[in-house]
């Protein structure tokens, strides 16, 4: 059973610019959740995709958006990018609809904003 | 609106020690409730999960208990290691599918 992957594992991008993170779910794992960690905080969800959609949006604008593919991937879109999104970037899956709940987050993808 | 708060926020122990994190939230109708620990700059790793109808859930030297009418979790760790040197977060989870709301996280540097 493979576990949560994200790519890359580190970026930096120029204030204003686009970037595209990328997160493979869980074997089995059919929900994939995105979460922003500022330094020092929690993270703080930004959204989450169930089946290809959208199903839960946190308090980010929408320059934050998402995909989620056939195969359960997805991936995170954050356009006109600003200092402030400076960040870890966390993926997680689970499968709630099958009766598993337990989060599985991936390793990580650190977002320098400059 | 849930809120989880992790007290303390940072906590020193010598090598051997048993310990307990605390985790407190402000809405008791909760999904479920599950603690990670965090290596600095990682990501996240599931220690427990505990389901709203349980009441403790143990995982080798780590026990977490939870009690929603209080609005309260512990996760205890016995016999601390230096390896358990980590920031551990708590968070909750809403109906199955909803957000994870997480605590700031409590700091822990166990000494040898």
């Known amino acids: 059973e493979t576990g949560v992957t994200q790519s890359p594992t580190h970026l930096i991008k120029t204030r204003g610019q686009q970037v595209t993170l990328r997160c493979s779910s869980q074997?089995?794992?059919?929900?994939v959740s995105w979460y922003q960690q500022a330094l020092g905080q929690g993270p703080q969800f930004i959204f989450q995709?169930?089946?290809?959609?959208?199903?839960g949006r946190g308090n980010f604008p929408p320059r934050f958006s998402g995909l989620q593919f056939p195969n359960y991937s997805s991936e995170l879109n954050v356009n006109a990018l600003e200092l402030d999104d400076s960040a870890l970037y966390l993926c997680?899956?689970?499968?709630?609809?099958?009766?598993?709940?337990?989060?599985?987050f991936g390793q990580g993808t650190r977002l320098t904003v400059v | 609106k849930q809120e989880v708060t992790q007290i303390p926020a940072a906590l020193s122990v010598p090598e051997g020690e048993n310990l307990v994190l605390n985790c407190s939230f402000t809405?008791?109708?909760?999904?479920?409730l599950q603690w990670f620990r965090q290596d600095p700059g990682k990501g996240l790793t599931s220690l427990l999960l505990?389901?709203?109808?349980?009441r403790e859930q143990t995982s080798g030297r780590l026990n977490a208990s939870l009690d929603k009418s209080s609005g309260r979790s512990t996760l205890y760790i016995a016999a601390s290691q230096p390896g358990d040197s980590a920031t551990y977060l708590c968070?909750?989870?809403?109906?199955?599918?909803?957000?994870?709301?997480f605590g700031k996280g409590t700091t822990l540097s166990v000494s040898s």
């Open positions: 997680a899956s689970s499968s709630p609809s099958d009766g598993n709940t337990e989060a599985f």
């Open positions: 074997s089995g794992h059919n929900t």
């Open positions: 995709y169930y089946r290809e959609e959208e199903n």
């Open positions: 809405d008791s109708a909760i999904y479920n």
């Open positions: 505990i389901q709203s109808s349980q």
């Open positions: 968070t909750t989870g809403g109906q199955a599918g909803t957000a994870l709301i």
